[in-house]
DNA sequence: CAGTATCCTCGAGGATACTG
DNA sequence: CAGTATCCTCGAGGATACTG
């Protein structure tokens, strides 16, 4: 099979993977939540080919989680901004960060602090009918008929 | 620069992304987070090539994520779990398909319940000492010196 | 059943120079 | 600065048959 045939699957996590589920996809992105908004830069910082960052620029913007801003003040200049839907992926990077710093990473690379207090924020999976916190063992899955 | 060099580069996502950040890895994780444990179902199932699977598996039994488990009573079967390190992957599974549920699919193909009330669960950023559900933009990122 | 062995293709992506 | 153009390599992974 190949593999492109995965965006084509009804399942949330095969057309999810097939945007994001690549080498380089996770990286660019998370330059993108550090504030990071324009092509050299990136291109410099993750050391990869110009022609990988073009091509990934586009994908994302094709699948509407980046959108490219032109500066009239500045003709050559041109910026990369997240959108809803890419800014929505930051749930998703929290839990990559918090997995590598308990399974892969000695000490922490970054810390994330919460503003206004200080302290730090956690990912938690959560029942909001009854108040609690969540493990899988909770949870049943439950798969539509035409679910892949 | 060599797509390899992620796995040394002091940062938990770069690193953890050597590891999952791979078209078909986290389709076989999920597999085993349906309660699959074998070979051929897998292989079958995703149609991908046996060897590339042979290779992921090796892999993931490398990094710690999975175990295998031999059966005394039936000599050529063959079992993978996954182990702690392996499990705590949830959460990171639960995101994407929340956020392929919101912004990729139509109809959810897999709708999770919680057992005991049968609500469904949700992933929040929380600070534990506020008690208050976080957004982006109220958090901070703190760099390591030595942070990649 | 859980692989291994073999062969093959094709495309991902590195390197580098160039451009409006 | 944000690309494009070009060239090249190498390895990922598909297909299929075989094995203890």
Redesign the pocket.
């Known amino acids: ?3 492109d045939s995965l965006a084509d699957k009804n399942c949330a996590v095969a057309r999810t993977w097939s945007i994001i589920g ?3 996809t996770m990286l660019i992105l998370r330059e993108f939540f550090r504030g990071e908004h ?4 990136i291109a410099r910082k993750l050391g ?5 960052l ?1 091509d990934r ?1 586009r994908m994302l913007v094709d699948e509407g989680i980046l959108e490219r801003r032109h500066y009239d003040s500045v003709p ?4 990369y901004h997240l959108t809803n839907k890419g800014e929505d992926l930051y749930t998703l990077l929290v839990a990559v960060i918090e997995w590598g710093d308990k399974w892969v990473v000695d000490e922490p690379p970054v810390t994330l602090t919460h503003k206004k207090c200080g302290h730090q924020p956690h990912l938690s999976l959560h029942c909001e009918h009854c108040e609690t916190e969540l493990t899988r063992r909770d949870i049943h899955a439950e798969f539509a008929p035409d679910a892949w």
Chains 1, 2 share one sequence.
């Not at 050559?76 to 910026?79: A, F, K, S, V």
């Open positions: 099979m190949r593999h690549e080498r380089w324009r092509f050299d830069p990869l080919g110009r022609s990988v073009t620029l050559d200049r041109l910026d």
